[in-house]
């Protein structure tokens, strides 16, 4: 079974300083994709980024970049010129890729983010 | 936001009381799913949907039962709540193009009294 781990329930960062969450992935798979989802206080889950497994370089959205070790099974988010608007749940979800077939969304429990100004 | 909406946003109900959620899309989607969100544990499948009647169960689907009658729509069905029940339920929509990604409602938050 696939598994997702985030090991820190809770993190805390400066304004405008970078922080790194972390999430490790246990997977048989050999294709597949990993999200990072943002959860801020409206409930919402917002889609910050995305990984396809099979590219070897890290996805980069704005402030928001990852850092993707497929051997290691380790994608951790790093959030650079942290904003007092990045303070939110995160999760990390893995999906596995079957081509034609669907896999399901596998989410890790959570690290709730909060920016300190 | 990209055409899925859930009602009602928030519910109280009495145990042993029977409740429904619906989840409605307008992306023409063919898979839907249903999660439930609890501190500590994250988000949890519950049901899917792969296509107009067909469904399959996910990780935490005692208790509840689901239907889907039409590409649009998607209810979740507490037959008999319970406290254990009470929780944050998300409605989602998945493609397996784009981005691969989920589109996700904004939630029910549904107490069990």
């Known amino acids: 079974a696939q598994t997702v781990t985030q090991s820190q329930p809770e993190m805390s960062v400066q304004e405008a300083e970078t922080v790194t969450l972390s999430c490790t992935y246990d997977t048989s798979e050999n294709n597949y994709y990993l999200f990072w989802y943002k959860q801020p206080p409206s409930r919402q889950m917002i889609l910050v980024i995305r990984?396809?497994?099979?590219?070897?370089q890290n996805a980069t959205e704005n402030r928001f970049s990852v850092n993707f070790q497929k051997a290691a099974k380790s994608f951790s988010l790093k959030i650079s010129d942290s904003q007092l608007g990045d303070t939110a749940m995160y999760f990390c979800?893995?999906?596995?890729?079957?081509?034609?077939?669907?896999?399901?969304?596998?989410f890790g429990k959570g690290t709730k983010l909060s920016v300190k100004p | 936001d990209a055409g899925i909406t859930q009602s009602p946003r928030h519910k109280v109900t009495e145990t042993g009381t029977p409740v429904t959620l619906r989840c409605h899309q307008t992306e023409n989607h063919r898979y839907m799913y249903w999660y439930r969100q609890d501190p500590g544990h994250g988000l949890r499948l519950i049901h899917y949907?792969?296509?107009?009647?067909?469904?399959d169960k996910g990780e935490v689907s005692d208790g509840y039962s689901v239907s889907r009658s039409k590409t649009e729509d998607f209810l979740l069905t507490l037959e008999s709540a319970t406290s254990s029940q009470t929780s944050v339920y998300f409605c989602a929509i998945g493609t397996l193009q784009g981005n691969y990604g989920y589109t996700f409602g904004s939630g029910t938050r549904l107490t069990v009294v």
């Open positions: 979800a893995f999906r596995p890729y079957y081509g034609g077939s669907q896999g399901n969304l596998i």
């Open positions: 949907s792969y296509g107009v009647k067909d469904t």
């Open positions: 990984q396809e497994a099979y590219k070897q």
